[in-house]
């Protein structure tokens, strides 16, 4: 942490607190809501903690409603994010809604979905793509309608970074002009 530069946003995905129930992919209903929320509670409790002693914003983000949900409980006004799957949209898109997220992290594969922009549109929010393992993808994603400052993710070690990684966005449609590809280094800001 220390080695990182203080204007530069943390994305802490919450993946699994330590169990095989994690649900991912799913919009909980009821009791399944409350009973994944209160399996997450303890781990998350703990990141949380960790959290406290950052200098910077914190956005967390998960494919676990369950985890957003113990987010939300704990800090009402924390950053969240729904990370979408590749299959199931409404479950990500119902989740989304529900805890009134700051960002969708879609994969690539997904980034010309046509709900989404009327989604990002509905909650006034960043759309942060991933797995972009080189700059054609960066291209395929930039061209689907971020702005400049989109958060390009990539998780292969072969290829070097994306340039623009560390910034964020508002989605605009793909018929709106997109601006050179390469943001710079820019915060959650």
């Given at each position: 942490m220390?080695a990182?530069p203080?204007?530069v946003?943390?994305n802490?995905?919450?993946k699994?607190p330590?169990?095989t129930?994690?649900r ?7 009791q399944d809501?409350v009973a ?6 303890p781990?998350v409790?703990?990141v949380?903690?960790?959290?406290d002693e950052?200098e910077?914003?914190?956005?967390f ?16 006004n924390?950053?969240l994010?729904?990370?979408?799957g590749?299959?199931d ?7 989304a809604?529900?805890y ?5 992290h ?11 922009v009327?989604l ?8 942060n793509?991933?797995?972009?393992r ?15 400052s989109s958060t390009i993710?990539r998780?292969?070690?072969?290829t070097?970074?994306?340039r623009g990684?560390?910034c964020r966005?508002?989605w605009?449609?793909?018929h709106?002009?997109v ?10 800001g």
């Open positions: 220390a990182r203080s204007d946003g943390l802490v995905e919450l699994n330590g169990t129930a994690i991912p992919f799913e919009a909980l209903s009821g809501r994944a929320r209160e399996r997450w509670t781990f409790e703990r949380l903690s960790m959290a950052c910077t914003e914190v956005l983000s998960s494919f676990c409603e369950g985890a957003l949900a113990a987010v939300r409980a704990r800090r009402p924390a950053r994010a729904a990370l979408f590749r299959r949209w409404k479950a990500g898109a119902t989740v809604r529900r009134d997220v700051d960002a969708l879609v994969p690539l594969a997904q980034v010309d979905h046509p709900e989404l009327d990002t549109a509905a909650l006034g929010t960043a759309v793509v991933w797995t972009v080189d700059w054609q993808d960066a291209r395929r994603a930039l061209a689907a309608g971020p702005t400049e993710t998780t292969s070690t072969a070097p970074p994306v990684s560390a966005t508002r605009r449609p793909a709106r002009p601006p050179p590809f390469g943001c710079g280094r820019r915060g959650w």
